[in-house]
Protein backbone atom coordinates (compact mmCIF):
# COMPACT_ATOMS: atom_id res chain seq x y z
CA UNK A 1 0.00 0.00 0.00
CA UNK A 2 0.96 3.34 -1.02
CA UNK A 3 3.79 5.05 1.89
CA UNK A 4 1.31 8.17 2.09
CA UNK A 5 -0.65 5.95 4.02
CA UNK A 6 1.33 4.13 6.58
CA UNK A 7 0.23 5.89 9.12
CA UNK A 8 -3.56 5.44 9.05
CA UNK A 9 -3.61 1.49 9.48
CA UNK A 10 -7.28 1.77 9.34
CA UNK A 11 -7.96 3.22 6.01
CA UNK A 12 -4.69 1.25 4.55
CA UNK A 13 -6.52 -1.76 5.19
CA UNK A 14 -9.53 -0.49 3.56
CA UNK A 15 -8.07 0.95 0.44
CA UNK A 16 -6.46 -2.70 0.41
CA UNK A 17 -9.68 -4.05 -0.47
CA UNK A 18 -10.55 -1.39 -2.89
CA UNK A 19 -7.63 -2.22 -4.66
CA UNK A 20 -8.06 -6.05 -4.67
CA UNK A 21 -11.81 -4.56 -6.35
CA UNK A 22 -10.20 -2.91 -8.43
CA UNK A 23 -7.68 -5.57 -9.76
CA UNK A 24 -10.60 -8.03 -9.97
CA UNK A 25 -13.16 -5.64 -12.13
CA UNK A 26 -10.24 -4.94 -14.78
CA UNK A 27 -8.70 -8.61 -14.75
CA UNK A 28 -12.31 -8.90 -16.78
CA UNK A 29 -11.08 -6.71 -19.84
CA UNK A 30 -10.82 -7.56 -23.16
CA UNK A 31 -8.13 -8.08 -26.04
CA UNK A 32 -5.12 -5.85 -26.01
CA UNK A 33 -6.43 -3.47 -23.47
CA UNK A 34 -6.37 -5.85 -20.34
CA UNK A 35 -2.10 -5.95 -19.39
CA UNK A 36 -1.95 -2.05 -19.96
CA UNK A 37 -5.25 -1.27 -17.41
CA UNK A 38 -3.59 -3.99 -15.19
CA UNK A 39 0.02 -2.23 -15.25
CA UNK A 40 -1.63 1.45 -15.46
CA UNK A 41 -3.93 0.49 -12.27
CA UNK A 42 -0.92 -0.87 -9.90
CA UNK A 43 1.34 2.02 -10.68
CA UNK A 44 -0.83 3.33 -6.90
CA UNK A 45 -1.03 7.10 -6.45
CA UNK A 46 -2.01 8.04 -2.62
CA UNK A 47 -5.94 6.73 -3.75
CA UNK A 48 -6.93 10.12 -2.10
CA UNK A 49 -11.01 9.83 -3.28
CA UNK A 50 -11.13 6.44 -2.55
CA UNK A 51 -9.93 6.82 0.97
CA UNK A 52 -12.58 10.18 1.37
CA UNK A 53 -15.27 7.52 0.21
CA UNK A 54 -14.10 4.91 3.54
CA UNK A 55 -13.90 7.60 5.74
CA UNK A 56 -17.35 9.33 4.87
CA UNK A 57 -18.70 6.04 5.40
CA UNK A 58 -17.45 5.98 8.83
CA UNK A 59 -19.16 9.72 9.85
CA UNK A 60 -21.16 9.24 13.16
CA UNK A 61 -19.57 6.24 13.94
CA UNK A 62 -21.74 4.68 10.66
CA UNK A 63 -20.99 1.01 9.76
CA UNK A 64 -21.34 0.50 6.35
CA UNK A 65 -21.29 -2.94 4.35
CA UNK A 66 -17.97 -3.34 3.65
CA UNK A 67 -18.63 -4.99 0.29
CA UNK A 68 -20.67 -1.74 -0.82
CA UNK A 69 -18.16 1.06 -0.11
CA UNK A 70 -15.48 -1.27 -1.71
CA UNK A 71 -17.38 -0.95 -4.83
CA UNK A 72 -17.85 2.77 -4.66
CA UNK A 73 -14.42 3.38 -3.88
CA UNK A 74 -13.15 1.64 -6.51
CA UNK A 75 -15.73 3.10 -8.70
CA UNK A 76 -14.37 6.69 -8.08
CA UNK A 77 -10.62 5.59 -8.72
CA UNK A 78 -11.93 4.29 -11.74
CA UNK A 79 -13.42 7.63 -12.76
CA UNK A 80 -10.41 9.40 -11.37
CA UNK A 81 -7.87 7.56 -13.80
CA UNK A 82 -9.74 7.65 -16.55
CA UNK A 83 -9.72 11.70 -16.63
CA UNK A 84 -6.17 11.21 -15.86
CA UNK A 85 -5.96 9.29 -19.32
CA UNK A 86 -8.31 11.61 -21.15
CA UNK A 87 -6.11 14.93 -19.33
CA UNK A 88 -3.31 13.46 -20.47
CA UNK A 89 -4.44 12.80 -24.44
CA UNK A 90 -5.45 16.43 -24.75
CA UNK A 91 -1.78 18.09 -23.04
CA UNK A 92 0.28 15.80 -24.72
CA UNK A 93 1.81 15.18 -21.61
CA UNK A 94 4.79 12.30 -21.34
CA UNK A 95 5.02 11.41 -18.35
CA UNK A 96 2.67 10.47 -15.16
CA UNK A 97 3.59 10.06 -11.81
CA UNK A 98 7.18 9.36 -12.87
CA UNK A 99 6.33 7.12 -15.63
CA UNK A 100 5.08 6.85 -19.40
CA UNK A 101 1.46 7.88 -20.01
CA UNK A 102 -0.89 5.25 -21.25
CA UNK A 103 -1.02 7.20 -24.53
CA UNK A 104 2.61 7.45 -25.17
CA UNK A 105 3.09 3.75 -25.42
CA UNK A 106 -0.56 2.74 -27.39
CA UNK A 107 -1.34 5.72 -28.84
CA UNK A 108 -4.62 8.01 -28.55
CA UNK A 109 -7.17 6.13 -30.21
CA UNK A 110 -6.52 3.01 -27.88
CA UNK A 111 -5.67 5.09 -24.81
CA UNK A 112 -9.22 6.66 -25.58
CA UNK A 113 -10.93 3.35 -25.46
CA UNK A 114 -9.35 2.39 -22.45
CA UNK A 115 -10.39 5.55 -20.44
CA UNK A 116 -14.05 5.03 -21.53
CA UNK A 117 -13.99 1.16 -20.66
CA UNK A 118 -12.80 2.46 -17.08
CA UNK A 119 -15.80 5.00 -16.75
CA UNK A 120 -18.43 2.00 -18.33
CA UNK A 121 -16.78 -0.20 -15.16
CA UNK A 122 -17.02 2.42 -12.67
CA UNK A 123 -20.96 3.03 -13.36
CA UNK A 124 -21.37 -0.70 -13.04
CA UNK A 125 -19.78 -0.88 -9.43
CA UNK A 126 -21.95 2.06 -8.34
CA UNK A 127 -25.43 0.20 -9.56
CA UNK A 128 -23.93 -2.34 -6.80
CA UNK A 129 -25.61 -0.14 -4.27
CA UNK A 130 -29.26 0.25 -4.01
CA UNK A 131 -30.70 2.98 -5.78
CA UNK A 132 -32.56 4.55 -2.68
CA UNK A 133 -29.43 5.34 -0.82
CA UNK A 134 -27.32 6.39 -4.19
CA UNK A 135 -29.08 9.56 -5.75
CA UNK A 136 -27.95 8.69 -9.35
CA UNK A 137 -28.54 12.40 -10.11
CA UNK A 138 -26.43 13.72 -7.86
CA UNK A 139 -23.84 11.15 -9.71
CA UNK A 140 -24.41 11.99 -13.03
CA UNK A 141 -23.98 16.00 -11.67
CA UNK A 142 -20.91 15.83 -10.50
CA UNK A 143 -19.70 13.76 -13.39
CA UNK A 144 -21.00 16.21 -15.91
CA UNK A 145 -18.93 18.74 -14.49
CA UNK A 146 -15.93 17.18 -14.21
CA UNK A 147 -16.71 16.32 -18.03
CA UNK A 148 -18.03 19.68 -18.73
CA UNK A 149 -14.59 21.55 -17.11
CA UNK A 150 -12.36 19.23 -19.10
CA UNK A 151 -14.39 20.84 -22.50
CA UNK A 152 -13.35 24.24 -21.04
CA UNK A 153 -10.08 23.67 -20.61
CA UNK A 154 -9.51 22.19 -23.86
CA UNK A 155 -11.00 25.15 -25.26
CA UNK A 156 -9.19 27.92 -23.33
CA UNK A 157 -5.54 25.95 -24.11
CA UNK A 158 -3.36 29.28 -25.00
CA UNK A 159 -6.26 31.75 -23.34
CA UNK A 160 -3.78 33.51 -20.50
CA UNK A 161 -6.61 36.06 -20.59
CA UNK A 162 -9.36 33.96 -18.39
CA UNK A 163 -10.48 35.89 -14.33
CA UNK A 164 -9.86 34.00 -11.45
CA UNK A 165 -13.74 33.75 -10.99
CA UNK A 166 -13.68 31.49 -14.11
CA UNK A 167 -10.48 29.95 -13.01
CA UNK A 168 -11.91 29.01 -9.56
CA UNK A 169 -15.71 27.53 -11.43
CA UNK A 170 -13.01 24.91 -13.81
CA UNK A 171 -11.36 23.35 -10.98
CA UNK A 172 -14.32 22.86 -9.27
CA UNK A 173 -15.53 20.75 -11.50
CA UNK A 174 -11.76 19.23 -12.75
CA UNK A 175 -11.02 18.04 -9.37
CA UNK A 176 -13.43 19.40 -6.52
CA UNK A 177 -16.45 17.67 -7.84
CA UNK A 178 -15.40 14.10 -7.80
CA UNK A 179 -13.86 14.73 -3.90
CA UNK A 180 -17.48 16.42 -3.73
CA UNK A 181 -18.93 12.81 -5.14
CA UNK A 182 -16.65 10.69 -2.83
CA UNK A 183 -17.46 12.26 0.03
CA UNK A 184 -20.97 12.01 -0.88
CA UNK A 185 -20.88 8.36 -1.86
CA UNK A 186 -19.21 7.12 1.65
CA UNK A 187 -22.03 9.25 3.61
CA UNK A 188 -24.74 8.01 1.47
CA UNK A 189 -23.66 4.25 1.53
CA UNK A 190 -24.01 4.43 5.69
CA UNK A 191 -27.74 6.21 4.78
CA UNK A 192 -26.57 8.74 6.86
CA UNK A 193 -29.03 12.20 7.40
CA UNK A 194 -29.44 14.36 4.37
CA UNK A 195 -28.36 17.21 6.05
CA UNK A 196 -24.84 14.89 6.81
CA UNK A 197 -24.55 14.22 3.43
CA UNK A 198 -24.50 17.72 2.01
CA UNK A 199 -22.00 18.61 5.20
CA UNK A 200 -19.47 15.59 4.01
CA UNK A 201 -20.43 16.59 0.24
CA UNK A 202 -19.33 20.21 1.01
CA UNK A 203 -16.81 18.74 2.77
CA UNK A 204 -15.03 17.28 0.14
CA UNK A 205 -15.71 19.98 -2.33
CA UNK A 206 -13.71 22.75 -0.83
CA UNK A 207 -10.48 19.99 0.25
CA UNK A 208 -10.92 19.66 -3.72
CA UNK A 209 -10.13 23.44 -4.49
CA UNK A 210 -7.55 23.65 -1.82
CA UNK A 211 -6.31 20.18 -2.93
CA UNK A 212 -6.09 21.90 -6.51
CA UNK A 213 -4.70 25.61 -6.07
CA UNK A 214 -2.04 23.73 -3.94
CA UNK A 215 -1.06 21.40 -7.14
CA UNK A 216 -1.15 24.63 -9.35
CA UNK A 217 1.31 26.64 -6.96
CA UNK A 218 3.57 23.29 -6.91
CA UNK A 219 3.73 23.71 -11.10
CA UNK A 220 5.62 26.83 -10.27
CA UNK A 221 7.52 26.05 -6.89
CA UNK A 222 8.14 22.37 -6.78
CA UNK A 223 10.86 19.63 -7.19
CA UNK A 224 10.41 17.90 -10.45
CA UNK A 225 12.12 15.25 -9.06
CA UNK A 226 9.60 14.81 -6.36
CA UNK A 227 6.28 15.85 -8.73
CA UNK A 228 6.98 13.12 -11.65
CA UNK A 229 6.25 15.79 -13.84
CA UNK A 230 8.13 18.97 -15.63
CA UNK A 231 7.31 22.20 -13.64
CA UNK A 232 5.72 24.55 -15.36
CA UNK A 233 4.06 21.89 -17.47
CA UNK A 234 0.40 23.95 -17.34
CA UNK A 235 2.54 27.17 -18.74
CA UNK A 236 3.61 25.16 -21.43
CA UNK A 237 0.66 23.45 -22.04
CA UNK A 238 -1.49 27.21 -22.44
CA UNK A 239 -3.96 26.36 -19.14
CA UNK A 240 -3.94 29.24 -16.97
CA UNK A 241 -4.01 28.18 -13.53
CA UNK A 242 -4.40 30.77 -10.34
CA UNK A 243 -0.60 31.71 -9.60
CA UNK A 244 -0.65 32.74 -13.15
CA UNK A 245 -3.84 34.82 -12.91
CA UNK A 246 -2.78 36.32 -9.66
CA UNK A 247 1.14 37.61 -11.34
CA UNK A 248 -1.30 38.71 -14.10
CA UNK A 249 -3.58 41.39 -11.99
CA UNK A 250 0.08 42.49 -10.21
CA UNK A 251 1.84 42.88 -13.20
CA UNK A 252 1.27 46.81 -13.69
CA UNK A 253 3.97 47.19 -16.25
CA UNK A 254 2.40 44.26 -18.16
CA UNK A 255 5.83 42.66 -19.13
CA UNK A 256 4.47 39.20 -18.22
CA UNK A 257 1.04 39.34 -20.53
CA UNK A 258 3.22 40.93 -23.31
CA UNK A 259 5.98 37.76 -22.40
CA UNK A 260 2.91 35.10 -22.57
CA UNK A 261 2.10 36.26 -26.32
CA UNK A 262 5.39 34.94 -27.34
CA UNK A 263 5.55 32.02 -30.07
CA UNK A 264 6.48 29.51 -27.96
CA UNK A 265 6.31 30.58 -24.40
CA UNK A 266 9.35 31.25 -22.78
CA UNK A 267 8.22 28.80 -19.93
CA UNK A 268 11.44 29.25 -17.62
CA UNK A 269 11.33 33.00 -18.07
CA UNK A 270 7.57 33.80 -17.59
CA UNK A 271 7.78 31.16 -14.45
CA UNK A 272 10.43 33.43 -12.84
CA UNK A 273 8.44 36.13 -13.47
CA UNK A 274 5.40 34.73 -11.61
CA UNK A 275 7.32 33.92 -8.55
CA UNK A 276 8.64 37.38 -8.56
CA UNK A 277 5.19 39.26 -9.09
CA UNK A 278 3.83 36.84 -6.29
CA UNK A 279 1.60 34.68 -7.65
CA UNK A 280 1.89 31.55 -5.79
CA UNK A 281 2.21 33.60 -2.59
CA UNK A 282 -1.46 35.47 -3.40
CA UNK A 283 -2.96 31.82 -4.71
CA UNK A 284 -1.73 30.28 -1.34
CA UNK A 285 -4.10 32.60 0.83
CA UNK A 286 -6.84 31.43 -1.69
CA UNK A 287 -5.61 28.04 -1.09
CA UNK A 288 -6.09 29.10 2.79
CA UNK A 289 -9.44 29.91 2.72
CA UNK A 290 -10.84 26.91 0.99
CA UNK A 291 -9.12 25.19 3.97
CA UNK A 292 -10.95 27.52 6.36
CA UNK A 293 -13.97 26.33 4.60
CA UNK A 294 -13.34 22.86 4.72
CA UNK A 295 -12.58 23.01 8.54
CA UNK A 296 -16.08 24.58 9.35
CA UNK A 297 -17.28 22.17 7.72
CA UNK A 298 -15.61 19.45 9.34
CA UNK A 299 -16.70 20.79 12.76
CA UNK A 300 -20.30 20.56 12.15
CA UNK A 301 -19.89 16.61 11.67
CA UNK A 302 -19.95 14.81 15.12
CA UNK A 303 -16.59 14.23 16.77
CA UNK A 304 -15.06 10.98 15.94
CA UNK A 305 -12.20 9.18 14.72
CA UNK A 306 -13.58 9.72 11.09
CA UNK A 307 -13.90 13.33 11.27
CA UNK A 308 -10.09 13.22 13.20
CA UNK A 309 -8.61 11.64 9.88
CA UNK A 310 -10.50 13.50 7.20
CA UNK A 311 -8.59 16.61 9.15
CA UNK A 312 -5.45 15.13 8.78
CA UNK A 313 -5.79 14.41 5.21
CA UNK A 314 -7.10 18.16 5.12
CA UNK A 315 -4.10 19.43 6.52
CA UNK A 316 -1.66 17.13 4.47
CA UNK A 317 -2.97 17.96 1.01
CA UNK A 318 -3.16 21.77 1.50
CA UNK A 319 0.54 21.71 3.48
CA UNK A 320 2.39 19.38 0.82
CA UNK A 321 5.57 20.38 -0.50
CA UNK A 322 5.70 17.64 -3.48
Given at each position: MNN??????LVSRGLEQVQSRIEQTVSGARGFIRPYLQQ???QQGKMLRPACVLLSSRAEGAAADEDETADLAAGVELIHTASLIHDDII???PLRRGESTLHSRIGNRKAVVAGDYLMAKAFSLFSSVPADRIRPQVVSDRIGRLCESEID?????????????????RIGGKTAALFSLSCYL?????NLSRLQQHRLSRFGYTLGMAFQIQDDILDYRGDERHLGKETARDLQAGIATLPLLCALQNDSSGALAQLLKSHPVRADEACDMVLRLGGPAEAESIAEAYHRRARRELSR???GEASVMLGRLLDRLTGRSR
Open positions: FWKDEPLLTDEAQDGEMGDFSISIGHYLRGAASSLPA
